[in-house]
């Protein structure tokens, strides 16, 4: 989207980064959206109701309850597959507003044992959003926890059994997540990389830029951008490329000693040259440098870096990934939708409506992908390869 000087707004935060850059220099793509999401006082998840009509944008729990049910049956029948532990942790990063989960929970209430077994952890730096997830899980048979990395789990956690608290497994659930995590982007010059920068220009305005060339161009290049070579071996002069980082594996999934993920987001399968920083506010597109604070900035998730992370550095196993049309429709989606339909006749219009917007062929059926991660000892993720479906009634 180019950058439209007339919408450009002077948002508290656009003042406070102005500042900033000019007395301490330009910002990486990185700190930037990091700023614009996280500053403590003006960032988007300070202040913002972002999901929801009301909000800037609208996911997939929020447009219809069958995409959380049967996210629900999914982590159940991973939970039967891993022998019907008799304690899981289930984890979500970025809960948003909890639909997802009460409607998993309501829809695993007749899985035998499964609502037993739960201790539930919500990963939530939104301060609104928490207060949100509270309301609406009030009154779910089993209580949340908030918490903000892997450790406060094992702090919580008593040893069991003689069991310590890493061996209890645990699933992790992470539906538009991924795109939240602010990434580094480079931009091919002279043969080499050079970072993006967000700098100021002649009137003062935050405009794009880029780092200056090493002074010495015999000088060993540091890792992350060699590595860029071999990442991108057909980048042309001008692309823009974002190597993306999945600490989250590391941090959520590879510290249990059995774990398995699911992460549904818009992406590509492949990794390739591109800027897909976005910015959205009020459901509308905008250049990512015009409000500040004020609107939402992700990136496409590259799966093929998750499933590099996950392989590579945490010794996972990755299913997948496969677009949402094709997880949601092994699971059962259209089953369940006419069974639901068939039980709220005056809804069923809705319902269809929801359930289609889900698995529009040009839409998000295949604009989002799911990717499952699981440790190397448990069977292959349902939906993801080899399909498991029907078991339970709704
Ligand atoms: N999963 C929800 C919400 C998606 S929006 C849904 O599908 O509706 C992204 C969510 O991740 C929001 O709840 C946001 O506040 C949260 N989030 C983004 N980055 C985060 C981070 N680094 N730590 C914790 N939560 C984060």
């Known amino acids: 989207m180019s950058y439209d000087p007339a919408a450009r707004r002077d948002t508290p ?7 900033r850059i000019a007395a301490t220099g330009s910002m990486s793509v990185r700190e930037y959206v990091h700023a ?13 109701p972002a999901i929801g009509e009301g909000g800037d944008f609208v996911t997939a729990p929020e447009i219809s309850q069958v995409f959380g049910e049967l996210i629900g049956l999914w982590a159940a029948i991973v939970w039967q597959q891993m022998g019907s532990p008799p304690r899981l942790k289930l984890i979500e990063l970025g809960p948003g507003r909890g639909t997802m989960l009460a409607d ?6 007749t899985v035998p044992g499964f609502h037993a077994s739960l201790q539930l952890h919500l990963v939530e730096d939104h301060v609104g959003l928490r207060a949100v997830q509270q309301q609406t899980l009030a009154n ?20 069991a059994g003689g069991a310590e608290p890493w061996e209890t497994p645990a699933i992790v659930l992470a539906n538009e997540f991924v795109d939240c995590l602010p990434q580094e982007q480079y931009v091919r010059h002279d043969g080499g990389w050079l970072r993006r920068r967000v700098a100021l220009d002649s009137y003062g305005h935050l405009a794009w830029d880029l780092e200056p060339p090493l002074e010495d161009p015999a000088a060993p290049k540091p890792r992350e951008v060699a590595a860029l ?9 001008g692309d823009i490329v974002e190597p993306a980082e999945h600490a989250w594996i590391d941090d959520w999934v590879a510290p249990w000693r059995s774990a398995a993920a699911l992460v549904i987001d818009y992406g590509h399968v492949a990794t390739s040259a591109g800027d897909t920083l976005q910015a959205v506010r009020g459901h ?16 496409h ?10 392989l590579t550095f945490a010794k996972l196993q990755v299913d997948g990934p496969v677009t949402q049309a094709e997880f949601l429709g092994a699971l059962g989606v259209a089953e369940r939708a006419s069974r639901l339909m068939a039980a709220n ?10 359930v289609a917007r889900l698995m529009a062929p040009n839409g998000m059926g295949t604009r989002f992908k799911a990717i499952g991660i699981r440790s190397r000892h448990l069977h292959p993720l349902p939906g993801l390869a080899g399909v498991d479906n029907g078991r339970f009634p709704p």
Not at 13 to 19: T, V
Not at 140 to 156: C, E, F, G, H
Not at 284 to 295: I, M, N, R, V, W
């Open 36 to 48: 614009c999401l996280r500053d403590p006082e003006h960032g988007y998840y300070r202040t913002r």
């Open 140 to 159: 779910t048979p089993v209580r949340p926890t908030w918490i903000a990395s892997a450790d406060d789990i094992l702090a919580q956690e008593p040893a």
């Open 229 to 237: 070579d071999a990442l991108f071996p057909a980048a042309r002069e």
């Open 104 to 109: 998993a929970l309501r829809a695993t209430r």
């Open 13 to 19: 935060l656009a003042l406070k980064l102005k500042s």
């Open 301 to 310: 998730v590259d799966f093929a870096a998750v499933a590099r992370q996950a």
């Open 345 to 354: 006749p005056g809804k069923a219009g809705a319902i269809e409506a929801g």
């Open 284 to 299: 509308a597109y905008e250049h990512p440098l015009t409000s500040p604070g004020e609107a939402d900035l992700t990136m």
